[in-house]
Structure formats: C-alpha cells, structure tokens
C-alpha cells in the first residue's frame, strides 16, 4: 500500500509568483486536507476536498486555492507569493468518515525569496 | 473558535526516565483530542486520540493520554523514554465531525539524553 506523497520535496520561488503543490492520496481514501506548517509552528488547516468540492476553510485569503481530481489527488495553487508564504506544506489524505485517521505525506518545503 | 497550547517548546529528559508532555485546549464544545508525532524529516504520525470512552488513551509504543475535561487537558505521558522517542510532538483538537479539521499546538521537541 502506498502511503500519501507529495512533489517536489522542495521549492524556491520570488515573491509574487505563482506555485503548485501536489499530493497523491493513499488508496483507498477519498479526501485530502491541506496544512501550512511556518518554522516552529504547527500545522495550520488551509482546506479540505471530498469528492473533487471544497469542504471546509481555514482562515487563509483566496489566492490560496485547490483541486482535487477523480483519482483522489490534490493540488495546491498560491497565487502572489508573499514572504510569510514560505513554510512547508502538509497534505494528509483520509477516508470520509467519523474522524478516520488522516495520513501525512512528508511535505513540500516552499522558500519565498 | 478552538484553540491549543503547548506551554513547553522544549523537554530535555534522560534515555528510561517519565515524561510528561503538556497540552491544554480551549473550545466551547465537546472536542476530540489527537496526539501526532513528527520524526525528522518526516511527515506527522497519529501517535493516539480521544474521541469518547474512557479518559485514559494508549499507543502501541507505550505512550498514553488522560483526557481531563474540568481541566481541559490532555497531557501526553511515557514511565521510560528511549532514544528513538527523540521527535516533535503536536497536540491536536478538532471540534466538527465530517471534515475533521485539525487545530494544532506549536508542538514540543522531545530531546533524549543518552
């Protein structure tokens, strides 16, 4: 069974530019949740996807956006990078359910210069 | 809104010594309560959680949770500590069934001294 990934490992970017992350689920799981990990902080909840919708946002502005395709996999778009964007970002992929554990990949390290 | 603290950033204790790990969580609802851990370089892991039951939670690597409602608490514990116990460790609520989101603490770095 293949556990959740997540490409690239790590990424550069200049302020104001545009990213994509993305996360490949676990199989067998059918939502993916998106966090936003700052240095020394905890992760942050930046939004989840079931069945390719929008389910449920954190408080982050709307140039952080998503997807999530047939297969279950996800991106994650940051329009206008900003400097406090650089953080690493976590995806973790779970089964619908009364709180089904939800499985992290390793992240993307995202610096913004 | 929910909220976490970790009061510790940092807990420094010697290989086969207790630890204990302090979490404490504001909401103003019932909450589930969630311990992660993160090894270097690696992704978070669910070490154990609370979702109703009893109070007292185990993992399978000997660590266990109390959840103390009166206190809103839920201190992570280990009687004997090893090397490999050397991680981050975050304390995690969650308030809604159904998209499950996660608000976590600042985390604790777990140092064992040999």
């Known amino acids: 069974e293949t556990g959740v990934t997540q490409s690239p490992t790590h990424l550069i970017k200049t302020r104001g530019q545009q990213v994509t992350l993305r996360c490949s689920s676990q199989?067998?799981?059918?939502?993916v949740s998106w966090y936003q990990q700052a240095l020394g902080q905890g992760p942050q909840f930046i939004f989840q996807y079931y069945r390719e919708e929008e389910n449920g946002r954190g408080n982050f502005p709307p140039r952080f956006s998503g997807l999530q395709f047939p297969n279950y996999s996800s991106e994650l778009n940051v329009n206008a990078l900003e400097l406090d964007d650089s953080a690493l970002y976590l995806c973790a992929s779970s089964r619908q359910g009364r709180f089904n554990e939800q499985f992290f990949g390793p992240g993307t390290r995202l610096t913004v210069l | 809104a929910q909220s976490v603290t970790q009061l510790d950033s940092q807990v420094p204790v010697f290989e086969e010594a207790p630890v204990e790990l302090r979490c404490n969580y504001s909401s103003s609802v019932s909450v589930y309560l969630f311990w992660y851990v993160q090894y270097p370089n690696q992704g978070l892991q669910l070490l154990l959680k609370?979702?109703?039951?009893?109070?007292l939670v185990e993992s399978i690597n000997g660590f266990e949770a109390e959840f103390n409602k009166s206190q809103t608490s839920f201190h992570l514990r280990k009687p004997s500590v090893h090397i490999s116990d050397t991680a981050e460790y975050f304390c995690a609520v969650s308030e809604s069934e159904g998209n499950e989101k996660l608000t976590f603490g600042t985390g604790t770095r777990l140092t064992i001294i040999p």
């Open positions: 609370y979702l109703s039951g009893s109070t």
């Open positions: 199989s067998g799981h059918n939502t």
